[in-house]
Nanobody, 117 residues
Framework: QVQLVESGGGLVPAGGSLRLSCTAS???????MGWYLRAPGKEREFVAR???????YYTDSVKGRFTISKDNAKNTLYLQMNSLKPEDTATYYC????????????WGQGTQVTASS
């Protein structure tokens, strides 16, 4: 089972950009992977997902602003976040779904993203 470590979070003004990285301890080429967020006092929410064949899916609120990608050679998942809004403020978590059954098996520890108004 791979271990996942997120990085790249931080504090940016509204309208700014961040790129989150999720580095895996092993190969992820055959994995579906995704990003979720948890805002203070709320449940964890889906953000984006990328299938092992490259197809991508996004929640409506981030379409056109966020891009999920995966570099299999570097065993790293990314989330490019543009035009950030204060409501994007949350802890972001990556996950890995090696069996590709829609049930993530591994989660990272999270990275904090804050977009100030």
């Amino acid at each position: 089972q791979v271990q996942l470590v997120e990085s790249g979070g931080g504090l940016v003004p509204a309208g700014g950009s961040l790129r989150l990285s999720c580095t895996a301890s092993g190969r992820i080429s055959g994995y579906n992977m995704g990003w979720y967020l948890r805002a203070p006092g709320k449940e964890r929410e889906f953000v984006a997902r990328i299938r092992w064949i490259g197809a991508t899916y996004y929640t409506d609120s981030v379409k056109g602003r966020f891009t999920i990608s995966k570099d299999n050679a570097k065993n790293t998942l990314y989330l490019q976040m543009n035009s950030l809004k204060p409501e994007d403020t949350a802890t972001y978590y990556c996950n890995a779904d090696p069996r590709r059954d829609g049930i993530p098996e591994t989660w990272g520890q999270g990275t904090q993203v804050t977009a100030s108004s």
